[in-house]
């Protein structure tokens, strides 16, 4: 029998919290109860913002809380040649373009289609949609542009995309989805617009490496935070493009802090190492996450 795979693919860009120990614990159990396979995964393909110490936290804070995990880990900075290969076959297939404008230049844009009372669209995250008029930037001004040394980022053509991908794209949802989607979800990918694949001092985004690393590494249940499922669908199109299997997927509440937010990195008092410091132990972080 194939084992089912889970895995846990925290950032190592600050202290892991509440959240993470949710999810990892939530990750362990399932696997368990599947008698699956539980990897885990260092994203930290933001080289500027990850460090050592913050990916040492995360091994320390996983081994305190009882995780145990397949060695040797998967560091994706260690593998910009798989997503740079992956980025490639897509530009090849002219479904991926350089995009120069700069976050100045879109706002202006946004801002005259507002005043001329175009409702501009928005992703589901609520950032506006990246206007989408260098799709048809000729090829030589495009090689133009890059030789000169303008800054730009990849991004994807969703429209061209879903023209190659054809056919209904959907996933299956063993959790939900923030409007309680479960089950067969339709994936809605052009809801993002064009998405940034890489770029120049990132030579990858978290869209292409997690699918890319969810295949490579033979990943079949992905177990994650709700504030990814509409991400999903950018996921559910590259893996389409690409050839990739779907995992299924599970995606979990929150943990919120008593602000009623969703925790964050920089703020210390949920973080476990602080916890941990504070005498709780690994049965109590269990309680409080409600497992
Ligand atoms: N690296 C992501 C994070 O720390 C999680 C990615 C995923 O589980 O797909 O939020």
Redesign the pocket.
Known sequence: MTRPVFRF???PNGELHLGHAYSALLNADLAEAAQGRLLLRI?DIDIARCTPEYEEGIYRDLAWLGLSWEEPVRRQSDHFDDYHAALERLIDEDIVYPAFMSRGEVRAKIADAEAEGRAWPRDPDGTPLYPTDERRLSARARKRRMADGDPFAWRLDVDAALSIAGGRLSWTEGGSGPGGETGEVVATPAAWGDVVLARKDTPTS?HLS?VIDDALQGVTH?V??RD?FHATSVHRLLQALLGLAAPICFHHDLILGDDGRKLSKTRNDTALAALCDAGLTPVDIRRMVGL
């Open positions: 693919a925290p950032s994203e978290y997690v992905v994650r935070g990814l």
